[in-house]
């Protein structure tokens, strides 16, 4: 269920279609670039103060041990599992009513609005978590989208990185079929945009802790 309350407040006062101005040249960097690449990216779609509200609840979330490994509900993990990745997640929700999160939906709501009005994807929900990756964490080389389970149909990863600098590692490496590999790295505000179901990629081993918001946009 998808929600549009940020609609209200931002539509019919022109300071404010101003910024939703501002918003589309963001989303349309990051859509026209995936057009392009199979990769979208968009280097400032988290605006500075958004992307420190949300590493500030990050950080106070892994300090309160709220971060659990992904894929079960508890701690047991298989070390087939653990060998693939090692990185700890934690759902966001509006229901937690915290304003960063909050205002985190209210992009994401905007962003599908325009995805859906400019590229009929028919976007109808989505999910998103919080990870941290502690020094030496890793995810594997992967797809996105369940066998089991073809509802995600867009991949979108944000950073909340700053200072961020090469020999960090904790790149994300990208494999699409029948080219070259690409290194991105998870630098702040940065957002990367792909089709869950068609890239294969990977986080490399990082060398610092390493944190993002990882989602996917939803059909069916
Ligand atoms: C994932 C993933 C990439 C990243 O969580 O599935 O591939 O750069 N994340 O964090
Ligand atoms: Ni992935």
């Not at 910024?19 to 280097?43: P, R």
């Not at 988290?46 to 992904?70: H, I, P």
């Not at 599992?81 to 915290?98: A, C, F, G, M």
Request: charge should be negative; aromatic fraction near 12%.
């Amino acid at each position: 269920m998808l929600y549009f309350p940020y609609l209200h407040q931002v539509r019919g006062n022109s300071a404010n279609c101003f910024i939703l101005h501002i918003l589309e040249q963001i989303f349309n960097t990051l859509i026209d670039s995936f057009i392009a690449d199979k990769v979208g990216i968009a280097k400032d779609f988290l605006n500075s103060s958004l992307a420190s509200g949300l590493k500030s609840n990050l950080t106070k979330l892994y300090a309160e041990q709220k971060l659990r490994t992904a894929g079960i509900g508890n701690d047991i993990l298989t070390d087939v599992q653990k060998t693939i990745r090692t990185d700890v997640i934690y759902w966001l929700d509006r229901s937690h009513n915290d304003k960063n999160e909050n205002d985190f939906f209210d992009l994401m709501d905007e962003f599908v609005l325009h995805l859906n009005r400019t590229c009929y994807t028919g976007i109808t929900g989505y999910e998103f978590h919080y990870a941290m990756y502690e020094k030496g964490s890793f995810y594997k080389k992967h797809l996105d989208q369940f066998r089991n389970n073809e509802s995600r149909q867009y991949s979108m990863i944000m950073y909340l990185n700053e200072d961020w600098t090469e020999g960090d590692g904790g790149e994300l490496c990208i494999y699409p079929k029948d080219e070259a590999s690409q290194n991105i790295s998870p630098v702040n505000g940065k957002s990367v945009f792909f089709k869950s179901s068609e890239l294969e990629h990977e986080v490399l081993v990082t060398n610092k802790t390493r944190l993002s918001i990882t989602g996917w946009l939803k059909t069916g």
